[in-house]
């Protein structure tokens, strides 16, 4: 096929589908396969039902044994519980390769068959491999359900290695009708200072499409990795891989733009022309993308951060280059501009990784014994879990008059997201020590 127009080379490359599929020994190839797609179906359906009922009566048998001899629920037993915890997987990859399986083995006693009458099964074998290529496809896909988290696993999934199988395989039956290389470089339209070919246009669209999600795929596997077997600070980690995902993102959107001929005197031109009309406009947008990436570099506010948005504590879950969205105690998102960090004040309570301080203001009668309140104060913050024990916790007296001597509790938390919780909890047990104390002559009962 010589090499012409994008819309002749397709024409062409119809014509020549066309003329294949007019073969006889090509149909009869054609329906073998796609009966064997449909007896392999037929037949795994069964199978994966007979191996679920399968599963299903062996549970019940255990449950059995463990009732008779007297023994601990199946959930109890360790043993029982280890034994399915081994055949749940195998199950789930049971159910992803008995198709392909099934397919695989009728393909190749078709094409034994075919060999044996004198057919030709050159399409049978092609197809054999692509067989092959689905059974290996399924069996990774049910490893990674295994190995990974499941709900991940789906997503990318979905995303990502579905579209890059589905374009392995159209390539694959492309490349056997033509030469992918002659498809490829057959001219569209003028565009630029050259023209865009078919090959460029797929590798700018939806080779930069899964060039982006194998990059926030290999992020999320680095950071795991990163934050499990080093003890670099998983919020500096965050940071940093998520300024490196846009760096090779920008790279990879530079490259698109190179390859399908956007100089950067095209570039030049196209941003003056928009620049007056659409300057305004995109402001905001520019202030906040500048400041996502001075926050990046700068690590001011990182993903796992406590920070203070709308007199509201809440934690930084994830750090883009327009915007960062804080979730509260309340499960509440606020997706923050960008820009208001650069402008505004904002509290972070886990900047410097050592907590923050509570303080409890504490008021008791003007008689009681001095010494008796602070030792009272200092145990009650010693004995709660959350308070941490460096610095140690103080209670100093801060005033008095009017009858009363008022004091003030000191002391640091780790656990930010819980500050209401603990505060709570140790006024609740300062005045039950109060109480005690009063009990005791040292103090007289302390006020609600």
């Not at 700018?204 to 999320?220: N, P, S």
């Not at 670099?232 to 846009?246: F, G, K, Q, T």
């Not at 022309?273 to 001075?294: E, H, K, M, T, Y």
Request: charge should be positive; hydrophobic fraction near 50%.
């Amino acid at each position: 096929m010589e090499t012409g127009t994008g819309v002749q080379v397709i024409i062409d490359l119809i014509q020549t589908i066309i003329k294949f599929l007019g073969r006889v020994t090509v149909q009869g190839q054609l329906i073998a396969i796609f009966s064997i797609l449909l007896i392999a179906w037929f037949l795994s359906q069964p199978l994966v039902t007979w191996l679920g009922k399968w599963y299903g009566r062996w549970v019940a048998r255990q449950r059995q044994k463990v009732s008779a001899s007297g023994g601990r629920s199946v959930t109890d037993d360790a043993q029982v519980r280890a034994t399915l915890g081994k055949l749940r997987p195998l199950l789930q990859i049971a159910y992803l390769i008995t198709f392909p399986l099934l397919a695989i083995l009728l393909a190749g006693l078709t094409i034994l068959l075919f060999n044996a009458v004198g057919w030709f099964s050159g399409l049978l074998s092609d197809a054999l491999l692509l067989f092959g290529m689905f059974f290996l496809y399924r069996l990774f896909i049910g490893l990674s359900y295994v190995l990974f988290d499941k709900q991940k696993a789906i997503h990318y999934q979905s995303r990502f290695f579905r579209p890059l199988f589905g374009v392995i395989v159209f390539l694959l039956i492309v490349g056997s009708i033509t030469e992918l290389s002659t498809l490829a470089k057959a001219p569209l339209f003028p565009l630029f200072d050259g023209l865009l070919t078919l090959g460029t246009l797929f590798f700018a669209t939806i080779g930069l499409y899964l060039w982006i999600v194998a990059i926030e795929m290999a992020v999320k596997v680095l950071q795991s990795i990163l934050n499990n077997r080093t003890k670099a600070d998983p919020r500096s980690v965050e940071a940093w891989l998520i300024l490196l995902r846009y760096i090779l993102i920008a790279g990879a959107v530079i490259l698109a733009f190179q390859l399908i001929g956007f100089s950067t005197t095209a570039l030049a031109a196209v941003l003056g022309g928009l620049s007056v009309g659409v300057g305004f406009a995109l402001q905001d947008v520019i202030r906040n993308f500048l400041g996502g990436i001075i926050l990046l570099f700068e690590g001011s506010v990182r993903p796992g951060d406590w920070i203070q948005v709308n007199n509201t504590i809440g934690k930084v879950e994830s750090l883009r280059i327009r915007s960062t969205v804080v979730r509260t105690n309340d499960n509440v998102e606020y997706i923050v501009p960008n820009q208001s960090y650069l402008s505004s004040t904002i509290v972070a309570y886990t900047y410097n990784k050592s907590g923050i301080m509570l303080k409890i203001p504490i008021s008791v009668p003007q008689e009681s014994h001095l010494q008796e309140v602070q030792d009272t104060l200092i145990r009650v913050a010693k004995n709660h879990p959350d308070i941490h024990p460096e610095p140690a916790p103080t209670a100093t007296l801060v005033d008095f008059g009017g009858n009363t001597l008022k004091f003030e509790l000191k002391a640091w938390i780790v656990a930010i997201q819980h500050k209401e919780e603990i505060e709570a909890a140790l006024r609740a047990k300062i005045f039950e020590a109060l109480l005690l104390l009063s009990g005791n002559g040292r103090l007289s009962p302390p006020e609600p």
